[in-house]
């Protein structure tokens, strides 16, 4: 026993003597003991022993994995926002862009997206000025892709439109350009770089846009129905109840007895089925307007502007391996949260998709916030209505500071005002107008425009608040500038041939703090359609509707003023100076198109609607349809792409107004003065 002991053990010693002699001390040594890595240069792949035998395996052309690479200025897959964007070029103008010109004739789609930056705040005609310089996309998928334009710069400070599968440049010409891509497949999108468009039709509108579908925002007492895309893009409906299997093939059941021919609109259904794969990704948008939540079965494409919406509050994402859990899930689902997810839809789909003017500024505003970084849109802005297109980032980053987020924000307007009278139009100074409003308790300060010819008068009344009268404005769309001296979040709207009391000032306020998103004014309009011309007029005659207040007396906002200066296009601004009624038409479309909302009105004294002017400018102007020459209803509805201006036969009086009781018991008694 002790000899073969003796034996393995020697046998043991010589082996390992043998393997030592073969590789060397030094080898053994740097397995054993890891070697510290240099600070200077990149970490390798490990050092194999055996490397001889394993370069067979690799590619001649190949360098050596281990060997430090030089480094070189980011490409392609390897860009992000941080390596291949240089915000410094907008530091000193903003979001400016410039459109390289097209190498050959522009499409529809390329002549529709010019047209949304035309007249822009973004666009700009000096390459010097711009931070970001456009790049479209051909028409239709090229077979030869012609040079990448001039001042390229590896795609530096770039934006590359590409609305179809096969674009031009090619990947290759790239660079370090981003890529705004309609339904990017999900291996090769850059998050917080590249931008994901949604899939647009050929007859996708400029403006405006087709309104969302959904009628009825409540779940249907019926069982819900489910809508699957079918090729040829028809839909099938089915309901939860028929034991059908709506996709995969692995049912032989009848899909039900309705089906949709091709262009038709897309039946009304709670869910709407759509397979993953990408040729599938425009019926995303149907589903959107359809108000179907949309149900994406495995989705190989990324959701578009999905680095800011929250999908999660819209739609659904489901495993197509699953079905008959799919289906289990949302026949189960709660009908409120079914609702949420429908309204939902229609908020999206009208805020960021129902136009390419609309996808176009979603996509530069994605940018911009990218620029602003950590002082940009916060979620909700995006996510509730009226979305961040319309609350704009330069005006504020704080929910609390716009009108319509006060009922999130559990907070309440400011509780002052700040009166701004425009004198524009030959008369004596507003010196009564001024004592009146200097006199409501809710008044912080008042500035006066004067915009005549004439120099200033020497003496104004003696207020109890600070009077400011500033002397230069002579354009009419002037008067809605955001003036950085007003602070309070309430405008008093005022003309110098206004004539109100203390008390109808102070109402009025009173009204609009519990309304601080909507106007609320004492002289109103109202639109209508003339069959007889086939268009939009509009008529300042007394009568049980109305759709306009007139800024000549009015409470708002004081965002709008930044919404009207920032956001609509110069040729609108242009419109109101010309004509001075459509100063008063452009801003309750603004507002009306940001709310969705009619204006309010409260009552008037009867003592001063013969003084009052009808139109600015007009003092003592007969009740009757605005004249053809200044008619710029039709114009303005045509820029805002429909007619957003929403009728109501409503208004708020005090209560007791006009009650049989002791006028001791009234608070606002000057509003039932006789003349």
């Known amino acids: ?170 990947a290759s010409q790239l660079g370090q350009a981003m890529v705004a891509e309609a339904s ?146 949302l026949q189960e689902m709660d009908p409120a949260r079914v609702l949420a997810l429908r309204q939902q839809t229609q908020f999206l789909w009208d805020a960021y998709f129902s136009s390419v003017d609309k996808v176009i500024h979603t996509t530069l505003e994605i940018i911009q916030d990218r620029i602003l970084g950590a002082s940009a849109h916060p979620s909700l802005l995006w996510n509730s209505p009226p979305g961040a297109l319309l609350a704009l980032s330069t005006f504020s980053r704080s929910p609390q500071d716009f009108p319509f987020y006060h009922l999130q924000q559990s907070s309440r307007p400011e509780g002052r005002f700040s009166a701004l009278i425009w004198v524009g139009t030959p008369g004596q100074p507003p010196l009564k107008l001024i004592q009146a409003v200097a006199g409501s308790q809710h008044c912080a300060q008042i500035m006066v425009l004067w915009s005549r010819e004439r120099p200033l008068p020497f003496r104004w009344p003696e207020t109890a608040v600070p009077l400011t009268v500033m002397d230069g404005p002579r354009k009419l769309s002037h008067r809605f500038l955001p003036f950085g001296t007003i602070t309070t979040d309430a405008i008093l709207s005022l003309d110098a041939h206004s004539s109100l009391s203390t008390s109808e000032v102070d109402f009025a306020f009173v009204v609009w703090k519990n309304f601080p998103e909507r106007m609320v004014g004492f002289l109103t309009w109202n639109h209508f359609w003339d069959e007889a011309q086939g268009g939009w007029g509009y008529t300042a005659e007394m009568a049980n509707e109305f759709s306009m207040v007139l800024t000549a007396a009015a409470f708002y906002h004081r965002y709008y003023h930044t919404l009207f200066t920032h956001s609509l296009p110069r040729a609108l601004r242009t419109l109101a100076d010309e004509a001075p009624a459509c100063a008063d038409v452009l801003m309750n479309f603004l507002v009306a198109a940001v709310t969705k909302l009619p204006p309010i009105k409260v009552p008037y004294g009867k003592q001063h609607q013969e003084a009052a002017p009808l139109a600015p400018g007009v003092p003592g102007s007969e009740p009757q349809p605005q004249s053809p020459d200044h008619d710029c209803i039709n114009q303005l509805a045509a820029e805002f792409g429909h007619m957003p201006l929403v009728s109501s036969r409503l208004r708020l009086d005090p209560v007791l107004f006009k009650d049989p009781v002791s006028v001791q018991r009234k608070k606002y008694r000057s509003l039932e003065k006789k003349p």
């Open 184 to 329: 990017p497949r999900v291996d090769t999108f850059r998050p917080g770089f590249d931008v994901s468009l949604p899939l647009l039709p050929e007859a996708h509108p400029l403006r405006g846009g087709f309104p969302g579908q959904l009628r009825q925002h409540s779940p249907h007492p019926r069982a819900a129905l489910l809508a699957l895309a079918e090729d040829g893009g028809r839909w099938h409906t089915a309901s939860f109840h028929s034991t059908t299997c709506p996709w995969d093939g692995r049912c032989e059941q009848d899909l039900g007895p309705k089906q949709t021919h091709r262009g038709e609109k897309l039946p009304n259904a709670t869910f709407c089925l759509i397979p993953g794969h990408h040729a599938e990704a425009s019926r995303f948008l149907q589903a959107l307007q359809a108000g179907c939540i949309p149900v994406l079965l495995s989705p190989s494409w990324e959701l578009p502007f999905s680095e800011v919406i929250d999908w999660t509050k819209a739609a659904i994402v489901a495993d197509e391996r699953l079905p008959l859990q799919v289906l289990a899930a």
């Open 1 to 170: 026993m002790q000899f073969w002991r003796r034996k393995s053990l020697w046998l043991a010693l010589s082996a390992s003597w043998l393997l030592f002699i073969l590789l060397g001390a030094f080898p053994l040594f740097r397995l054993a003991v890891s070697p510290r890595p240099q600070p200077a240069g990149p970490q390798g792949w490990p050092r194999w022993l055996d490397a001889a035998l394993l370069r067979s395996f690799s590619q001649p052309e190949e360098p050596p994995e281990d060997v430090p690479v030089p480094s070189q200025a980011p490409q392609g897959a390897s860009c992000s926002w941080g390596t291949c964007f240089d915000t410094s070029r907008c530091r000193n103008h903003g979001l400016k862009i410039f459109v390289h010109p097209a190498a050959g004739a522009a499409s529809e789609m390329q002549r529709r997206i010019l047209a949304s930056l035309e007249g822009s705040r973004y666009q700009t005609r000096s390459l010097a000025e711009a931070c970001l310089l456009l790049l479209l996309s051909p028409g239709a998928p090229a077979v030869h892709c012609g040079p990448v334009p001039h001042h390229w710069d590896r795609g530096r400070n770039h934006l590359v439109i590409n609305l179809h599968p096969d674009p031009c440049p090619r």
